[in-house]
Structure formats: C-alpha cells, structure tokens
Nanobody
Framework: VQLQAFGGGLAQAGGSLRLSCAASGRTSRIFITGWFRQAPGKEREFVANIRRDITRAHYADFVKGRFIISKDNAKNTVYLQMNSLQSEDTAVYYC???????????????????WGQGTQVTVSS
C-alpha cells in the first residue's frame, strides 16, 4: 500500500485545515487508517484512526471535539478535518495503514506498516 498525505499548510489559531490521505496499491488489505503527528523535538503521537469496515473512530484526548476523521472507501481516501486549531497542533502529520490488528494496538504507531510522507501543519497564534 502506498499513501500520500496532503492538505497541510499554515493556519491561524482557531482556524481549520483538512488533511487527506490517499491510498493506492493493495488497498483491499487495509484494515485501519490512522493519523499520527510529530512535533519538533517530540515523539510521534497518535491523533485519530478509523477502520475501513465500520465508521466508528478513535481519537486522542487532545483532539476530541476538534478533529474529525472520515473516509471515502470508493476513493480509498481518509480525511482529517481539523477545527479550532491551536499552536500546539503544529507538527508534521502522517497517515498510516495497518492490516488486521487488535483494538489494543489501534493507537500504536508500531502497529502500522505503511506510512505516507507527512504533511506540515503550522498554526500561528
């Protein structure tokens, strides 16, 4: 599976951005798609994920109520709508996919085999 993430850019605090993650290749093997982010000097952290077969999503506590993950299986694309952006959201955002994994591993970056190239999100205060 090959992934391409795009949609990042510069936003003001309180503003919005929408990221997209387009998958190609053996997309039928995708079980779950996740978004992770990494800020300078910090470790990569889980943001949100969504399974391909059901709609229910999972979010990190720090984005609940602000970010929304969604999907379009026909387009093999997963979106991350980011609202009420804060300066702390500044990071490189990565999308990743995994084959079947147990729910205990949904938010672990080590569980995801395929990664996109990352897209920079910068929020100015």
């Amino acid at each position: 599976v090959q992934l391409q993430a795009f949609g990042g850019g510069l936003a003001q605090a309180g503003g919005s951005l929408r990221l997209s993650c387009a998958a190609s290749g053996r997309t039928s093997r995708i079980f779950i798609t996740g978004w992770f982010r990494q800020a300078p000097g910090k470790e990569r952290e889980f943001v949100a994920n969504i399974r391909r077969d059901i709609t229910r999503a999972h979010y990190a506590d720090f984005v609940k109520g602000r970010f929304i993950i969604s999907k379009d299986n026909a387009k093999n694309t997963v979106y991350l709508q980011m609202n009420s952006l804060q300066s702390e959201d500044t990071a490189v955002y990565y999308c990743a996919t995994a084959h079947f994994i147990g729910s205990a591993y949904y938010n672990r970056s080590s569980s995801f085999a395929s990664w996109g190239q990352g897209t920079q999100v910068t929020v100015s205060s």
